[in-house]
């Protein structure tokens, strides 16, 4: 693991793409390698082994939880710290996604204080785990 | 009809009435018979009375003879003045003497019979002095009989011709010659002498029966009828008579024969060696049967009985026909009650068969008693199949193989979460396949039959839409807050000078954006909340919380935002447990609302507290702020949705006008009950109370 923090965002708004690699990377300080679908997030992180996976929920073609049931599936992902960024509001959605073995649900839209602490706490995690 | 009803008391009254007549009749019998009785009695009585002074008196008449033929036998000579005095004393003494003589036999010439002349006679001058007594045979017979037997002869009297009854009795008074004493012309000397009494029977029976005997009068008088029998001819009547006062005098002339049927008394006279037969007969017969006393009683006594039995008859008919009509109308209320509930059962068997619904009885075994085609449609099994099978046949797995242990815990402690509640489960049809159900169950409590009612709702469709609308605010939601996600990210970037210095301007636009695009954030939560709220579809994760702990996590959470407003939050809060049962993130966003809206209406630099006490079980927090109080007229409105005190006032345009409504419903979906006190112009408390969880709770200073 780096010393920098490195980031995997994959979310289909590249609006959003921007704005969440500004907070990481002018309030966090974290390395931020953001792409806009499932599949090239399950390529990128197969390639570069990010510290943790920031995932969109709604996304054209693959969606959140897919990518999450594939990521899982890639060798050296099994316990990749991934957190869910998502505009859904309904707690029945938030459960489902909980069972997915997320580490962390964000609900859109958040500051960015809270997202910068949240990938921080994630990190921190898996730094702690054996 | 009425002959119909009046039939038994025609019939009892004809009846009764025959019974009268019948006993009357009776009554009558008996008491001619008793009165024939008597009458025989008393006539018995009479009959005797009369031949007992019968015979005394003929027997004392022809007495004469004995007397005077004792008093004669003794004397020397029968003189005639002597004769004439002794004879005068019975003549006198007894009226039906009709004459007394003296006979004295005269020897003729030999061979000649002997006369038997009359000496004396009295009376005298009735020719009887020349009489002689043997010119008639069958006097001469008696003398000569009574000379030679010395005892008295009876032969039939001197007027034999004209009166049958006249007698006459010879006696001898002296058998031999008595010796002269000298020549005396006036005195006769006889040898031999008889002395003749004549008498008339009829003239002595009347003489009897003018005695007015004991008890002839009390049988109306007698018939009296002699008869002679001395004859050796037929027995013919010597006399007849009847008392004068029998009307229907003289009596009938009868034979002996026919004076000897019928009620009668015989007694047989002796006279001079004779007798005559007396026959006695009543003169009036016994009055034929007739109306007695007691058959006059016993019609009486009959007719009231009849009448009265009659009447009571009558009376029971009348009562009887009032009874009749009485269960009629009774019989014809309970048929019409019967109509009406037959008619509320079809009503109901109506909306039963008919509802959508499925409606199910259950008996304590959890099998099922009765079924409408609704469960049958909804489950696809035929009801007469379902009709004794467990209902755990409706259920999909796990809660079929568990059925019979929820009914074996019900009937152990009778708790259960279904019934008395309205759930949501979800059913089996018989292809397999599942589907939501809400299901009502009741206890019924009828003792025999069903134990519980089920009421089965398919809420497919229902499922469906909520699933629909759920999509929609789901999508409607991230299509929102997608934007508003770059956008006030952007923003904050741009505010916390990520991006580069702004003009003072310019960072205030920034401001005013960034608080717009977060007041559209509440209220998109907002109007979630409240579409949750509406369709009950608000869902709280309850679990123990201690309220110290909440408290100071709505604190910490709206510090930021107190210190925006320049106003102090402070705590006043419980020592100790102070643990509630609820929802943590909707308490907290009750307390968030309260908190937020006590710093929007306070003034710079005023104080907000937060404090917690707890009473009777319960937790009450209150947040109090030294703000201008609600007016008046708002009140009423606090607590409903998009309500504002002054929509033109400027702390308050960051609300939505939802938060007081929506804590209003958090907190009543705890169980607990929020309220305000304000008093204007300063200061409004907002207070909720929830159950307390355990443990005292005391207040606290504050800090």
Known sequence: ??????????????????????????????????????????????????????????????????????????????????????????????????????????????????????????VEELRRAP | MALTRHAPTILLSGLGLLATVGSVRLANRYEYGRDRARHQVAFADAASSVMLALEREVTAQLGVVEAMSAFFRGSERVEAEEFRTFAAVFLERFPGLEAVLWLEPTPEEAGAPTRYGVR??????????????????????????????GSSVSVEGLEAAERPLSR??????????????????????????????????????????????????????????LFTDWSQGPVAPLHVHQVDQHPSSPAPALTAAGAQEGVHAVHRIPIGGASVLAVVRPAAPLAAPGWSTLGVFVLLAGVA?????????????????????????????????????????????????????????????????????????????PVEDLVGQPVSVLMPEPHRGRHEGYVQR?????????????????????????????????????????AFLGVLRDISERKAVERMKDEFVSTVSHELRTPLTSMLGSLELLRDGLLGPLSETASRMVDVAYDSGERLV???????????????????RMEVLDGTELLEAAAQANRGFADLHGVLLARELATGPALVLGDRDRLLQVLTNLIGNAVKFSPPGGRVLLSMVRTDGHIVVHVTDQGPGIPEDFRARVFQPFSQADATDRRGSGGTGLGLSIAKAIVEAHGGSIWFESAAPRGTTFSFRLLSAEGPVTAGAPT
Not at chain 1, 36 to 55: F, I, K, N
Not at chain 2, 169 to 177: D, S
Not at chain 2, 313 to 326: G, K, P
């Open chain 2, 168 to 225: 006459v009795v010879v006696r001898r008074a002296r058998e031999k010659e008595v010796p002269g004493q000298g020549a005396r012309e006036e005195v006769a000397v006889a040898r031999a002498g008889l002395v003749v009494a004549s008498t008339h029977l009829d003239d002595v029976a009347a003489l009897v029966l003018d005695e007015r005997l004991p008890g002839v009068q009390a049988v109306g008088g007698v018939d009296l009828y």
């Open chain 1, 1 to 122: 693991m780096s010393p920098v923090p490195r980031v995997l965002h994959v979310d289909d708004d590249p609006a959003i793409r921007e704005v969440v690699r500004l907070m990481l990377e002018g309030i966090g300080g974290m390395e931020v390698d953001s792409v806009e679908g499932g599949p090239a997030a399950l390529a990128r992180a197969s390639q570069q082994r990010p510290d943790v996976v920031l995932l969109d929920v709604m996304m054209p073609g693959m969606d959140g939880p897919q990518t999450l049931r594939e990521l899982r599936t890639l060798e050296g992902c099994a316990d990749l710290p991934v957190i869910f960024l998502t505009a859904k509001v309904m707690r029945r959605e938030m459960g489902q996604l909980q069972q997915l073995g997320a580490a962390r649900i964000i609900q859109k839209p958040f500051r960015a204080r809270e997202l910068v602490e949240a990938v921080r706490a994630a």
């Open chain 2, 522 to 540: 509440r209220l998109i939560n907002d109007i979630l909340d409240m579409e949750r709220i509406s369709t009950g579809g608000l869902r709280l």
């Open chain 2, 410 to 450: 019900y009937r152990a402690d009778r708790a259960s979460r279904v019934v008395g509640g309205l759930n949501e489960v979800e059913g089996q049809r018989a292809d397999g396949t599942r589907f939501p159900l809400e299901l009502s169950v009741s206890a019924l409590g009828l003792g025999d039959g069903p």
């Open chain 2, 305 to 381: 009985l009849t009448g009265a039995s009659a009447v009571a008859v009558a009376t029971l008919v009348s009562r009887t026909d009032s009874v009749t009509r009485l269960v009629d109308a009774r019989t014809a209320m309970l048929r019409s009650a019967t109509w009406e509930l037959e008619a509320r059962e079809r009503h109901l068997r109506a909306i039963v068969e008919n509802t959508v619904d499925g409606i199910l009885t259950i008996d304590d075994q959890g099998r099922i008693c009765t079924a409408n085609p609704a469960v049958e449609r909804m489950f696809g099994f």
């Open chain 2, 120 to 149: 004396f006679a009295e009376p005298a001058g009735a020719g009887l002095a020349a009489l002689d007594f043997g010119s008639r045979a069958t006097w001469r017979a008696a003398a000569e009989e009574a000379q030679r037997t």
